[in-house]
């Protein structure tokens, strides 16, 4: 019986032991699980040719909606920053996090951003009346829809 016993203890300590711990720091929206996390810049690689896809990444912060926090951007390796939205508008970020690392949980996309939405855009972030008349075409390019953020601690 005491060796059942070692036994069991010695299964759950290690189990314990080799668990994946969860993120510290903020916390936004939904958990967002420890496991299968890809940088930012490997997501459209990750995608294929795929327009949407379920997956969580990690990226540095570049900037935030300055009204409310609506939505931020991650730095890619392409030195376009990479716009991020908050699922059904459920939370926001602070102002206060450029430069700080993140990790999402929610879908990668592919899409076509029209004219009036990159012009919304610009006027969130605060920019002058002429460089939102210098908006003329669409824009493709990728972008997250996050489902929770953690704010890292690091």
């Known amino acids: 019986m005491k060796k059942i016993i070692l036994s069991l203890g010695f299964c759950l300590f290690a189990a314990i032991g080799f668990a994946q711990t969860a993120y510290t720091g903020q916390k936004f929206g939904e958990e967002v699980k420890p496991g299968n996390v890809k940088p930012a810049a490997q997501m459209e690689a990750a995608m294929g040719d795929k327009k949407t896809v379920d997956m969580k990444i990690e990226g540095k912060v ?38 700080k ?33 210098k908006i003329t075409d669409p824009k493709k390019e990728l972008a997250f829809e996050a489902k929770g953020v953690v704010i890292l601690d690091k």
Request: aromatic share 8%; net charge neutral.
């Open 62 to 99: 570049v900037d935030v909606c300055k009204k409310k926090g609506c939505w931020m951007t991650l730095q890619m390796p392409n030195g376009d920053p990479m716009r991020v939205t908050f699922k059904d508008y459920a939370f926001f970020m602070p102002m206060d996090i450029v430069g």
């Open 101 to 133: 690392n993140v990790v999402l949980d929610g879908i990668a996309k592919k899409q076509t951003i029209s004219v009036e939405t990159l012009r919304h855009y610009v006027e969130d972030a605060k920019k002058s009346p002429e460089e939102v008349a």
